[in-house]
Nanobody, 112 residues
């Protein structure tokens, strides 16, 4: 059974940082593309950052230079380091790999 469990969200002031973690089980983690997505109230879910099995990364324009995605295949975990947070980053953040169920997500709230 595939499970993706996100953690690390919270309330932070604008300009602050958070590090999200996503622990995966039930998949061969090392060969999977992993993505961090977010969904703000009233908006569609969007891809924030992705990382391939080979470590190639891509980012949404809105987070380039502020967010960093990384993975530790030995720990079956993908991370999202978020710096210089803005109120518009407020959303529920999910990690996801194609074709698998979504996790519960973790709430990130950035106050102005």
């Amino acid at each position: 059974q595939v499970q993706l469990v996100e953690s690390g969200g919270g309330l932070v002031q604008a300009g602050g940082s958070l590090r999200l973690s996503c622990a995966a089980s039930g998949i061969i983690f090392s060969i999977n593309f992993m993505g961090w997505y977010r969904q703000a109230p009233g908006k569609q879910r969007e891809l924030v950052a992705g990382i391939t099995s080979g470590g190639v990364t891509n980012y949404a324009d809105s987070v380039k230079g502020r967010f960093t995605i990384s993975r530790d295949n030995a720990k079956n975990t993908v991370y999202l380091q978020m710096n210089s947070l803005k109120p518009e980053d407020t959303a529920v953040y999910y990690c996801h790999t194609p074709g698998r169920p979504w996790g519960q997500g973790t709430q990130v709230t950035v106050s102005s």
